[in-house]
């Protein structure tokens, strides 16, 4: 049929029109509003803050190496995210297995709930320090970051195995399943869903502290060490390229765990 | 011959330092292919009788016979469907029903030819790929009869299966059930507080008196099938055991 892609376009334009204005005038206005900020700030000697064109400069002289660590912000953001690779797995690996058994052991339960109980609310970072001393420059901030990771996804999936629909249990027993095939056909699908949560909620922390964590130490570079430096060093349109670049690996990585939701909603028939 | 029997089955819960007894001297002998509606008040112990044959719930006293095998554990000779159906949300109506098959060890191929005749018995088929939550009420409880039957149990047990459901559907589900149970030839324990229900279904309604659960009355149905709700036996039959309901009512 002619013209069948100009109207599908169409199509889109007309459903998705609105929705797409609006979020160019948000984007649009941020932009302006913090250009006027600055100009506005400048001009009344009150603080700095560099002007949108001002941080695109400093952004195209980092991508070849600031002139302060002189380190490309490709390589420091490699560090960061490599830091939070390690203990972001590290906290899934350890916290599913143990989730689970808390989740569907009463005993397991008591022994484990008092301890993490107590740890659970200590801030990631008010140990950050400890974990320094204690595992290193190299490993504190893995540590740190699977320790703000650990406790919301050990947490959700306990929480997931208790939720568990007992007609569920009742329907696989008698249909013949052994234990340890509710375990793995019934108890197992249904907690992945608060996997998910716990990992997203786990993202979120995770970035918060990676950066925070850097600015005790982080040899190699980090976005968090590159915004602690520049700021030292008063350089504020360079630390302002370490926010935006934090900012984006954030938005990156929780569009990525929402896209990873959707789908695993989606198989799960739960969508 | 008698395919289930109940003898002198009874049923005790702890309650605070008490014992709380839910049935009491429960016998009863099922036939084979018989179609058998347990009716009574709620609380009066029903839906635990039928868990106790299912194996989810221990006997106290007494002792339920399948082919002459005492009953201890759930076990793939019995099918149970539930009120709220009890369907897997993440698996699609063909693998809700190979679900018996599967954790027995069924080949999958054998476990998809059986899983697709169920699925033409119950109706179901265009719907193997659909999950759960795309599927109505009725469509969903089709699956979890289907998925009961997959298993070619001795005994289907159903436990107000049309409970959740509008009442038009509820008689649409009911037509389809007395079809699929004349070509399945099974053994039905179906367990109702709707009289409308028990009548147009069984062969035989079990009337169970209140707390503690016991047999009150037994009514044999000789109203040929398919019945006629309006038919002035079937409302004579109704209001019959209906009144016998009520009286108990009264009294507890």
Known sequence: MMGTTSWSWREILRREGTKIVLTAISLVSFLLIWWGLSIYLESMKLSYLPAPDVVFEAFLVSLSGDPLTHNPLLNHIIASLNRFVWGFALAIVLAVPLGLLMGGSKYARYLGMPASEILRPIPPLALAGFFFAAFGVLYGPIVTVFYGVFFPVLYNVMFGVRSVDPILLDAARTLGASRLQMFGKVI????????????????????????????????????????????????????????????????????????????????MGMK | MSILSFKNVGKVFPKDKEELVAIQNFTLDVEEGEFV?????????????????????????????????????????????????????????????????????????????????????????GFEQSHPNELSGGMKQRVGIARALANDPAVLLMDEPFGALDAQTRNQMQFELLRIWKETRKTVLFVTHSVDEAVFLADRIVVMTGRPGSIKDLWELELPRPRNRASSEFIALRKDILDELEVQKTVV
């Open chain 2, 37 to 125: 509606c347990l009716l009574g008040p709620s609380g009066c112990g029903k839906t635990t009788l039928l868990r106790m044959v299912a194996g989810l719930e221990s006997i106290s006293k007494g002792a339920i016979e399948l082919n002459g095998k005492g009953i201890t554990e759930p076990g793939s000779d019995r099918g149970m469907v539930f009120q709220d159906f009890g369907l897997f949300p993440w698996r699609n109506v063909k693998r809700n029903i190979e679900f018996g098959l599967e954790v027995r060890g069924i080949p999958p191929e054998k476990r998809a030819e059986t899983a697709q005749k169920y699925v033409e018995l119950v109706g179901l088929k």
């Open chain 1, 188 to 267: 197992l699908p249904f907690t992945i869903p608060y996997l998910m949560t716990g990992i997203s909620i786990g993202l979120g922390v995770g970035w918060m502290v990676i950066v925070a964590a850097e600015w005790i130490a982080a040899p190699g570079g980090g976005v968090g060490a590159l915004i602690l430096s520049t700021y030292t060093n008063g350089m504020y349109d360079y630390m302002f390229v370490g926010i935006i670049a934090v900012a984006i690996l954030g938005i990156l990585t929780t569009s990525l765990s929402r896209l990873l939701e959707n789908k695993v909603a989606e198989r």
